[in-house]
């Protein structure tokens, strides 16, 4: 494979705006094919398609590749997990022969060329395994974050259809275990779709405490599927899914966010040595779950593509044991590139203001801090800096893009400097502009709409999940020619972006995407309650957290206690309690427009005590100060002198 050639920032994003399917031509040479592409860019039925005529197996460039090409005794994958004391490390050689037979077993149950397999497990090696088989397959994967309950399982079976379920008896949440396998049972009874098979890891840390209830005929051990013969590698079409993620829209229905096989290799690749400076041999670390696109990309597919070593940590930034649980896995692993989300730093600084912790450790083999999944407040990025001494890179992208977009590339030479509260320059292949509500471009300095023009870079979603009317409306059909990102942001003069939020009913909590729409629609369905909003107010800890403000049906008589209780247990037990979901105020009234549409982006400037200008078009400015005085009287928001921390978890 040969490497992509040096080049500074600015010819490298230049060269791939002028002609994209030149630039990435040259960068897919970087990987093996089993064909190589006939055409690296083509348009049907209104949307853009990498590398057709191409096939390839990503699992082969992400293991088969190494072993035989010098890395099969370099460790693949280490993984760390501090709440169960282990500390395991795969080789190439290792991790293919897992992965293999796994492989095999999957074949044996049935599983093929486009199946779907639903993987629903914690930060363990036995899910990466079960991700790179499917890969090897052909088979397509979704795997569901562990903190989602069972009602958003069940809505992903329902949509994803898979042939195969894999699970695990549980995972543990700092000091508390979770048992999975209910989770996946109940799923199951609620989804309409049953799959053929479950399979369950029975995991031994856990032995002791948790072991999964086997339903005779439907379950198989997972430990029986690797006693198969090894699966070969299917070569798959450059344009054949290899994973469909699901992530929160506006609605109770998760989009199906799908990537491609060959798009995806060439970009990974490419990010790895562009974005992050990482050469193969060396041990990144992306401090994230295995759920999330981030740990998809850079847990996964990015470094074993790139021939690195990959920590998998199980536990926390604080408390599994301490605020120096970080700073243990960088020395202990010899990481050279840390990625987390602000919030795990932000958990770390409240704990040990002082970075006392972080001098009991060596992190000279860390070159880079990179940021992503929320903003990163200037304070945040400040502290990381000075405590880690090493550069910090705050770099934007989300699940749909599959890699970032914004970033400041320390793989490239003559890059712009990174900067606090910036998430830096376009990464090649994106054309961000900032638009107006008319989709004409802004001047720098003012705050717009974040789009990309099209067409996407390779990696990023060709559509959504068996449903290519959704994905235009939701992001190409607003303004023609540009994917629209759901974020607002602002350009300065210097050519540095910042993002600032999402502009829709999107909030992110602790780096977790969730639907404040979706929250509103299960606090509708109560049945004392006549309308409602859901609010993503600031937090100290987690960035952003939802409350919920209720208007009641007449004649309800129902306490504001009782109804918190049951509204929380509700979106705990609808969409898990990742959701962080605590607190709800009820109102005589919500503030609306003279058209019906409620203010909540008033409301949450309200809560959080930022400057706002009554709109225009409010139909009783009273009722703002009523819900002032409510959320005073409550301390709901920053505002008020309240902070998430402040408001515990229920204890059921
Ligand atoms: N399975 C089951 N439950 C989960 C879960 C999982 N994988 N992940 C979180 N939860 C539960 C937690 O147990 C907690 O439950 P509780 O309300 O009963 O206490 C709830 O969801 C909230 O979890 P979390 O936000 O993780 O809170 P925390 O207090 O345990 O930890 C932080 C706070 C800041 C340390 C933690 O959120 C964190 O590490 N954030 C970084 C996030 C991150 O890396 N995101 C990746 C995107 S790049
Ligand atoms: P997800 O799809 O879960 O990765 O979440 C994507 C969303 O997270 C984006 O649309 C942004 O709102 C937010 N986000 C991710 N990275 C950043 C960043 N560096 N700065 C600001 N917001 C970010």
Redesign the pocket.
Known sequence: MKPAPASTYAAAHAASLANPAGFWAEQAQAIQWDTQPMQPLAFEKGLYRWFKGGRLNTCYLCLDYHVANGRAEQVALIQDSPVTNTVRRFTYRELLDLTARFAGGLRDLGVSHGDRVIIYM??VPEAVVAMLACARLGAVHSVV????APHELAVRINDAQPKVIISASG?I??D?I?PYKPLVDAAIEQASHKPAHVVVLQRDALAQRVHAHMQPGRDVDYQALLRAEPAACVPVAATDPLYILYTSGTTGKPKGVVRDNGGHAVALRYSMSAIYGVQPGETFW????I?????HSYIVYGPLLHGCSSVLYEG????TPDAGAFWRVIQEHGVSVL???P??I??IKKEDPEGLLRKHYNLGSLRHLFL???RCDPATYEWAGAHLGVPVVDHWWQTESGWPMLATMVGLADMPAPRAGSAGHPVPGYDVQILDEAGQPVPAGTTGLVAVHLPLPPGCLPTLWHDDERFRQSYLSTFPGYYLSGDGGYQDAEGYLYIMGRVDDVIN????RLSTGEMEELLAAHSAVAECAVLGIACE??GQRPVGLVVLKDGQTIGEAQLETELVQRI?EKI?????F?QVLVVKRLPKTRSGKILRKTMRQLADGEAFSTPSTIDDPAILDEIKAAMAQRGMGRAFEQTADLVP??SA
């Open positions: 914690p930060n974050f562990g903190g989602f995972g949440e700092i508390k979770i992306a401090a994230s779950d759920g999330w696109a981030v740990g926390k930034p604080v408390r990625f987390t989300a919030t795990a932000r958990a992503a999944g929320e909590v602790a780096g977790h800890l987690r705990r898990g309690a990742v959701a962080c605590r978890a229920p």
